[in-house]
C-alpha cells in the first residue's frame, strides 16, 4: 500500500492486478455524519481506506455501481465493509463514547448528522453489514 497525503478527500485507487492499492489520505478526515454530529478524523479516514485496500486485496467486490449497490440497500457492498469496520475501529478506539458513523453520504440538503441512504448501525446502535454481506475475518 502506497499512502500520500490528499487534501481534498480520502480514496483508495486498487491496482488492477490486485497487488497493492494507492489511498490517497486527507490528513485532517473527512467529515461524515455521526451519532456525535457531523465528524472528520484523519485516523478514522484512513482506517476506512485501509479497509478498502484490504478487501480489494483479498477478491472483495469494489464494484460501485448503482445495479451492485441496489443488492444492498442501496450502497455498495465495498462502502458497507468499511464503513463496517471504521465504526469497529471507533469503538475500540473511544469505548462507549463513540460516535459512530451512522450513514454513509451528509444529508446535502439540511446538512445534518443524520445522513442520507440505509442506516449503518443496528436498532442496538451497533455496526452492521446488509445482507448477504460477510464480514472480512
Not at 28 to 44: F, K, Q, R
Not at 51 to 79: I, P, T
Not at 87 to 101: F, P, T
Request: overall charge negative; aromatic content about 10%.
Amino acid at each position: 500500500v502506497t499512502i500520500y497525503n490528499n487534501t481534498n478527500k480520502s480514496h483508495t485507487y486498487p491496482y488492477e492486478d490486485k497487488s497493492g492499492s494507492s489511498i490517497g489520505w486527507k490528513q485532517s478526515g473527512d467529515e461524515v455524519p455521526t451519532t456525535g454530529g457531523m465528524l472528520a478524523n484523519g485516523t478514522i479516514s484512513l482506517a476506512h481506506e485501509l479497509v478498502h485496500s484490504y478487501d480489494h486485496k483479498h477478491d472483495g467486490d469494489m464494484d460501485k455501481s448503482q445495479e451492485n449497490a441496489s443488492r444492498y440497500e442501496g450502497l455498495a457492498r465495498c462502502e458497507w465493509v468499511a464503513v463496517f469496520y471504521e465504526n469497529v475501529i471507533r469503538q475500540e478506539l473511544y469505548g462507549d463514547n463513540a460516535s459512530l458513523r451512522n450513514h454513509y453520504s451528509k444529508n446535502n440538503d439540511t446538512f445534518t448528522a443524520e445522513g442520507t441512504g440505509p442506516k449503518l448501525l443496528g436498532t442496538d446502535n451497533k455496526p452492521r453489514l446488509a445482507k448477504g454481506i460477510s464480514p472480512l475475518f
